[in-house]
């Protein structure tokens, strides 16, 4: 099969183009530590009760180290009585928190706008995710899958101090 | 010509330049008219739901924007009936014209092929009448994910137009071989052999979602199952889902390797290499779709990074369509009498609609290349997973290169199909400008709201969480709406003349190709083998996710809800 020699340098820059976002992609896992949302546990819909979402909360685990259980439902996020509703989760600037996040009853998403949390919220699956809050500010919390005719009010804050 | 001595009866219809056969005419037709159908009901919904997530709109009108009341209903008509309807009908349809024109001969049992037809359009009956009268139980979206349920009806009109499908891409098939048998050696023309290429992917990925929708959703939503696993479901879905976007494209690539270059004043510059494209994307289309999974919890690390490096791969056949269309267009403008080195993008039949249309759709493209390639890194995508980017991009693709290469070949189809040339060639350029100049606002717009916030698939314009800059942006992306509308306008103005009112007789002849000039190597039918090679790689990429989606504690466990907010029962 003949190949055009400007072809056969053109398919040559675009795979190295793409070896090298491939490298890049491979390197922010390995050297930065970059995650994405991955297999976190399993819990019953039906029974959270018996579940570490029994009481959904913000709880500092030491140091500037969070932990916080939130389910979400049509149409808020549960994230205990303390952080209200629409809860609020105030933190200090430095805070590492990491989001466990589970639904009631239908899809959801949870999206920390200007950080690198957003994960499908699946029934029957614990999503979770660290972040790190550096600057002060009011960051929303968006769902951001389809939930249903409230699904553009739901919604959450944290607050960096 | 072999085939017509081979089926002597067939009647001709004499519209002059028009060679076709009457039964191939009404077949096509219809098809064609149908996706017509699905295109009006979906597309008007576009503009005005840009309106809806416009902050400066929605004040402005105190939130009396017209057209739809129930946002999410709107937005349910607009992907059901464009992505799935519209796509599928005019795909079929075409493929049908392409597959008995460059044969030469009928589509092999063409009594099936009305069946599939019939089967179609009731499906699509079905879904305007669900969307229409079950409003908030019908407003799941295209993706329809459980545990949201919709009615019945809701599933059996998109299994009917799957099925119908299958149909046709079975007696695509059917026709191939009977040609095959007496060609042998020969090698299939380009047009045909992606059309096959591409209802074989379609085939293989649609298993996927029949699964999904036969077993979960349809038992869910007649109450015979009480419980659906959602993240299963998505894996399904998503199976299903990224070949999809490929064969909403391959139809376009037809037009743009086998007719463009002929329309452009010019040829193909290499036969072969667009077949091994081709066949790329049939082995590679179907293990990266966990690349729309990057944000799930189900799904192992893993997993995301082989398909988010098997993503890269698949973008290699659309790197080599680039090179290949533009050195075709490059031959075109080099006869068109383009001098120096980049005479060729200018020196092209910019005035030509069916040109015009595909070089709009083309660039386009190419932002939505580039798109598609920033959010394919898992990294990126976690940044505008499900934001307002997303259909940004998307709309350079799907709405940019395969609607805007559909527009261009319905402006010489259509006159072929009625026997009457186009109703007006400034009119339907007008439109494929306006198309680029309002999607190109349109896409960069929704791409900076997505950036600064925005979520997608949501009644944004009162949202609390919105942010002032991210409100900026909807207001200019329902300015591309503003001007996407008039496009719209234009087109239906052109369809309609055409239909009804143009005078003058057809012009031009079809850019059908029935010999392959270039012998290429007879590997790439070897259908037997790129199949096997297909199943292969999905086990490997595909088997590990299914295993670990499965929910071994809770079995399927999620409770059906509605929409509404209440249990189903
Ligand atoms: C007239 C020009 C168009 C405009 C102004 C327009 C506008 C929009 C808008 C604003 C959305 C986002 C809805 C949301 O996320 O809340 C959307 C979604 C969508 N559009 Fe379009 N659109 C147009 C044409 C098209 C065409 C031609 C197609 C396909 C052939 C198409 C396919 C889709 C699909 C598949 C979605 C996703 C729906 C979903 O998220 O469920 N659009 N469109
Ligand atoms: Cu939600």
Known sequence: ?161 | MQATQVQPVLTRVSFPALDMLRSERNLVGVHIASALIALTVGIFMGPFQSFHRAPAFVNTFLGQIPVFSYYYQAVTVHGVMLALFFTTLFIVGFSYYVVQRSLQRQIKGIQLAWVAYALMLIGLAMLVFTLANDVQRSAVLYTFYPPMIAPAIFYIGLVLLVVGSWIAAFLVFWTYNAWRKEHPGERVPLAVFAIIVNYLMWFISSLGVAIEVLFMLLPASLGWIQTTDPQMARVLFWFFGHPLVYFWLIPAYVSWYTMLPKQAGGRLFSDPLARMAFIMLLLFSIPVGVHHLYADPGVSQVAKFVHAFLTFTVTVPSFMTAFNIGASLEIASRNNGGRGFWGFIFKQRWNDPVVASQLVGMLLFLAGGVTGLMQASAQINITVHNTSWVPGHFHTTLGGAVTMTFFGILYWLLPLLRGRALFSKKVALGQAFTWLVGMVIFGFTMGEAGLNGAPRRADLANSPYMTPEAGLWLNGAAIGGIILFVSVVLLFINLIGTLFFSTKPVEGEAPIQTKVEVASPAIFERWRLWIAIVVVLCVIAWGPVFVEALDFTNGFTAIPYTTSGAPLR
């Open chain 1, 1 to 161: 099969m003949h190949i055009d020699r400007y072809e056969r340098y053109w398919l040559m820059a675009v795979v190295a183009t793409l070896g090298a976002f491939f490298a890049a992609l491979v390197a922010t896992l390995v050297v930065f530590g970059v995650s994405l949302p991955s297999p976190a546990g399993r819990v019953n819909p039906q029974n959270l009760a018996a579940s570490e979402f029994a009481e959904p909360s913000v709880r500092n685990i030491g140091g500037n180290r969070y932990e916080a259980h939130i389910v979400a439902k049509m149409w808020q996020f549960d994230a205990g009585p303390e952080a209200g509703s629409p809860p609020t989760i105030r933190v200090p600037a430095g805070s590492e928190v990491t989001f466990y996040v589970t639904s009631k009853d239908i899809l959801h998403g949870f999206q920390i706008q200007f950080h690198t949390v957003n994960m499908e919220v699946v029934p029957g699956q614990v999503s979770q995710a660290t972040v790190k809050f550096g600057r002060p500010g009011v960051y929303e919390i968006v769902c951001n899958q389809y939930c249903g005719a409230g699904h553009a009010v739901m919604y959450g804050q944290v607050i960096v101090q």
